[in-house]
């Protein structure tokens, strides 16, 4: 249940950029790495959880 979540989680978050990059492509990498951290620190979740 707990790595389902975390693809939900990615999904939503590479979603998210994509409609960010239709939209402003110009702030799309600041954002990517953000993103890339938060992806990060949720990876790390689902395996600690797990």
């Known amino acids: 249940m707990t790595a389902v979540f975390g693809v939900l989680c990615a999904a939503c978050a590479l979603l998210a950029l ?4 239709l939209v402003a492509p110009c702030s799309v990498p600041p954002i990517t790495g953000t993103c890339a951290l938060i992806l990060t620190f949720a990876a790390l979740g689902v395996v600690i959880l797990r």
């Open 18 to 21: 994509t409609g960010l990059a």
